[in-house]
């Protein structure tokens, strides 16, 4: 190879890499960002490690209401984990973070009047946003 081709060859091979670091910077922050902040709303505003275990196993306090499956190992979609955060799971101790969740049938096409007995409980934390439950979702 000439020296006047390596130097294109390595002028294309810098200006490739510079330009893959400017296209991915911007967007590795942001992705860790919401990573952050999904994680913060895991183990602190939601307290879903408390059923759930710190890192999603199952394995959480003992004095929480029942042994919560493992998110490691769920074949729920990531709609189907949003829908659970927000509506919980009728007839179980799995709470709803969403506190409009059963004011209308957004949540399983059912409503608290025809669920009865059998709406989910409420959080023992706090209710979540739909942005702050999608947020924890993106931490499963």
């Known amino acids: 190879m000439t020296s006047s081709m390596s130097k294109l060859v390595g002028r ?3 200006a490739s890499a510079v ?4 296209l991915m910077s911007p967007l590795e922050p942001a992705r860790a960002q919401d990573v952050s902040f999904g994680d913060r709303l895991y183990h602190d505003k939601a307290d879903c490690q408390f059923c759930r ?4 196993d199952g394995r959480g306090d003992p004095r929480s209401p ?3 499956p493992n998110l490691h190992q769920t074949k729920l979609t990531r709609d189907q984990l949003i ?12 709470p709803h973070f969403d506190k409009y969740a059963y004011e209308d049938k957004a949540c399983y096409g059912l409503s608290a ?3 009865g007995k059998n709406v989910p409980p409420d959080p023992h934390s706090t209710p979540l ?7 924890v979702t993106d931490t499963c």
Request: contains cysteine; proline residues 3%; glycine residues 14%.
């Open 12 to 14: 294309r091979a810098a």
């Open 19 to 22: 330009a893959t670091l400017v």
């Open 53 to 56: 275990g710190a890192n999603g």
């Open 66 to 68: 029942g042994k919560a």
């Open 83 to 94: 829908e659970v955060i927000g509506c919980g799971r009728p007839a179980s101790e799995m």
């Open 113 to 115: 009047v025809e669920l």
């Open 129 to 135: 946003t739909k942005r702050e439950i999608q947020a």
